[in-house]
Structures are given as structure tokens and as C-alpha cells.
């Protein structure tokens, strides 16, 4: 059984720093790409960043800059700094992992989410 815990989120005011972390237990072969995705009332889920497993990233363009995707795979942990963070940063973020359990497929699997709220 795999399972992936959150932690991280909260309140911050503008222009404040926060760590997300996303770590996963159970029977693991392997995990591949890994990436953070944020859901805004009333908006889509949106993809945040992501990380591959040879470390290449990529971000959405409101984020770039301010943002920043690291995995320790030592620990099956991804993690996501947030600095300059705004108002508009205010969602609930969701880890996503590409990883296949031993004795099972590869597939991908998500958190349960953890609210960030950017407010003064």
C-alpha cells in the first residue's frame, strides 16, 4: 500500500516563504517524475512544478523564479520552497508521483492535499 502524507501548508502573509512536503511510504520500486499541483476555488487544478528522476524541473510561469522543486530520493520525499508568495499563490497543493510499487504497475498516485493561504 502506498501512501503519500502532506505537510507544510498554512497561512503566510504576503510576500512570506513556505516549505510543502510530500512523503511516500510503502512497498516501492521505483518513482520517476515527481510534481506539485495547486487547486483555486473555482479554477482548474494546475500543474506547479515538477521534477523528473534525473532532476530536470520544469515550472508553470507563475511560479518561475519564486519557486523552487527539490526531491530527496534517500528519503522517497519531494519538497516545494515557495518565496515572494502572493495572494494569487492561495490554493490547495497536491504532490503527484509517477512510481510503480513492487509487484505492481507503474501508475500515479495523490496527495491529499494542504491548503496554502496567502493573507495579510
Known amino acids: 500500500q502506498v501512501q503519500l502524507v502532506e505537510s507544510g501548508g498554512g497561512l503566510v502573509q504576503p510576500g512570506g516563504s513556505r516549505r510543502l512536503s510530500c512523503a511516500v511510504s510503502g512497498s516501492i520500486f521505483s518513482i520517476y517524475t515527481m510534481g506539485w499541483y495547486r487547486q483555486a476555488p473555482g479554477k482548474p487544478r494546475e500543474l506547479v512544478a515538477r521534477?523528473?528522476?534525473?532532476?530536470?524541473?520544469n515550472y508553470a510561469d507563475s511560479v518561475k523564479g519564486r519557486f523552487t522543486i527539490s526531491r530527496d530520493d534517500a528519503k522517497n520525499t519531494v519538497y516545494l520552497q515557495m518565496n515572494s508568495l502572493k495572494p494569487e499563490d492561495t490554493a490547495v497543493y497536491y504532490c503527484?508521483?509517477?512510481?510503480?510499487?513492487?509487484?505492481?504497475?507503474?501508475?500515479?498516485?495523490w496527495g491529499q492535499g494542504t491548503q496554502v493561504t496567502v493573507s495579510s
Open positions: 503527484n508521483l509517477d512510481l510503480q510499487a513492487l509487484g505492481g504497475g507503474r501508475r500515479n498516485y
Open positions: 521534477i523528473t528522476s534525473g532532476g530536470s524541473t
